[in-house]
């Protein structure tokens, strides 16, 4: 079965001119070892003749691929395959490639073309100078570059070897690449590079244009970016600021801006895809309870994680168990209740968005639960029926103004007489609010500690002064309170 491909870009080679029109050719599908390479003229390939007269470019095969978030690709190796390890259908070395569908860069099938890439033909000092700087090139990534075949692992693999003609393109076509707007896993990628194998820079910057095509990156109006079409500089790296996608303009030749954005940051991109080289964990303070302190049933567990990433995720583990795990700041969390008296580990467990992880720990003592805010240790610490919470000197503690229940570290944030505080469960019939707060109804069964007193939470008025419970006041605000809590204390 085979797809068709139509592009609506006609290059014209060696004139360095781009010119609309429309361009259709059949891609994919088997053919035997045997066959002619099909015929392809450079009106497939979506780029622009260089002052250097050489086209670097994609094919848009429009086949699945991936749109990477918080740097988890398919693989996280780059072959670079100079074809001297391999053999071709004559038995001579190189490489041998077959027509498929999908890319499968371990048995060597491209979308894109097909025939016998014979092997690099220049010297190994060049060949790993070459590989050297590819390796400088990604090395801000998370992404590792070898010469050496992975074999049956997955990988992203760039043919560096032999010309164009060999497998179907015109001479003067120094690379080109399977292109659909995001990563194509297992992708194989063409450099020909004996058509200049001593030149370092130019060999360097058509592997790393031509791969990172794969990687759903687009062409650039950037001359130090190896995305460019501008010869100079010769030596090219990633840039991390954004230029106008195109090749000859911004946007030019149309189609350069097919997949959306008109503008583009390859060192964002591949950041986003693959990550830093070397990510680092998040870093996290446990700032509630300090270590070998005495705590009370249902304490508080309030942590800072920051990370150059993102935070992702943060989890309360005790004694090995987890608890409760949290997308969002504030990182606060209640221990459970019924936690057994004695000595336990508390730990914070944080992911970022390429999945570090970060860990801190510790040790505290259970006792008995408090009746009154000193049995708290300080540290703005206060007694709600039996637990230790923040109080309204910390930010995002009880009694502390809020406007949104994320603002609070009980998740709650309530209403009374126009003015919004973060309160705490309590239970009415024990009034165990810490003085100058009272345990107010709130018009389901339970309670909130408010400060002052007089009232209630969850009730409205029936114009005449009678309170009734049945009716909340600001009922939308003690909802979405609620929606939160459970959101944040499920495991």
Request: glycine letters at 14%; a negative charge; hydrophobic letters at 35%.
């Amino acid at each position: 079965m085979k797809q068709h491909l139509t592009l609506a870009v006609a290059v014209t080679l060696g004139l360095g001119l781009v010119s609309a029109g429309v361009a259709s050719a059949q891609i994919g599908g088997a053919r035997g070892p045997d066959e002619e390479p099909l015929a392809m003229d450079a009106s497939l390939i979506l780029g622009h003749v260089a002052d250097d007269g050489k086209l670097r470019g994609f094919i848009f095969t429009g086949e699945p691929a991936e749109q990477i978030e918080h740097g988890n690709p398919g693989s996280r190796i780059l072959f670079v395959n100079n074809c001297k390890g391999e053999t071709t259908s004559t038995g001579a070395a190189g490489c041998r490639i077959t027509r498929g569908g999908t890319n499968n860069s371990i048995n060597n099938v491209s979308t894109i073309a097909s025939g016998n890439l014979t092997a690099y033909s220049g010297s190994t000092t060049t060949w790993n100078s070459i590989v050297n700087c590819v390796r400088q090139t990604y090395a801000p990534f998370g992404i590792t570059v070898t010469d050496v075949n992975p074999g049956a692992v997955p990988h992203f693999e760039a043919m560096a070897a032999g010309r164009p003609t060999e497998i179907g393109f015109p001479n003067g076509v120094a690379g080109v690449a399977p292109y659909s707007c995001g990563v194509i896993n297992n992708a194989i990628t063409f450099s020909f590079l004996n058509l200049n194998p001593n030149d370092v820079n130019d060999a360097c910057w058509t592997i790393a244009q031509e791969s990172a095509h794969a990687f759903g990156l687009a062409h650039e109006m950037l001359a130090a970016d190896p995305m460019t079409y501008i010869t100079n500089p010769p030596q090219k790296r990633f840039q991390d600021q954004s230029a106008c996608i195109g090749t000859s303009g911004c946007c030019q030749p149309q189609g350069e801006c097919q997949c959306g954005p008109t503008t583009q940051n390859s060192v964002q991109k591949l950041l986003g895809i693959f990550g830093p080289s070397n990510p680092t964990p998040p870093t996290i303070v446990i700032e509630t309870p300090t270590n070998n302190s005495q705590v009370t049933p249902g304490f508080v567990v309030r942590a800072t994680v920051t990370d150059d990433q993102g935070v992702q995720s943060v989890q309360l583990i005790i004694d090995g168990s987890p608890i409760a795990t949290l997308q969002s700041p504030p990182f606060a969390f209640n221990a459970p209740a019924d936690l057994a008296e004695g000595t336990h580990t508390v730990t914070i467990r944080a992911l970022d968005t390429l999945n570090s992880e970060g860990t801190a720990s510790v040790t505290v003592i259970v006792g008995e639960p408090c009746t009154t805010s000193s049995q708290c240790g300080g540290n703005d610490l206060v007694c709600v029926d039996g637990r230790c919470v923040p109080g309204m000197n910390t930010p995002g503690g009880l009694g502390s103004s809020c406007d949104s229940p994320d603002e609070c570290l009980s998740g709650v944030c309530a209403t009374k007489d126009g003015e919004n505080r973060c309160v705490e469960d309590c239970d009415p019939a024990a009034d165990g609010c810490p003085d100058g707060f009272s345990c107010l109804s709130n018009g389901a069964g339970g309670g909130l500690c408010w400060p002052g007193g007089g009232g209630c939470l969850g009730c409205s008025t029936d114009g005449g002064g009678s309170p009734d419970p049945t009716l909340p006041i600001g009922a939308g605000l003690l909802v979405a309170a609620v929606l939160v809590r459970r959101r944040r204390r499920a495991a």
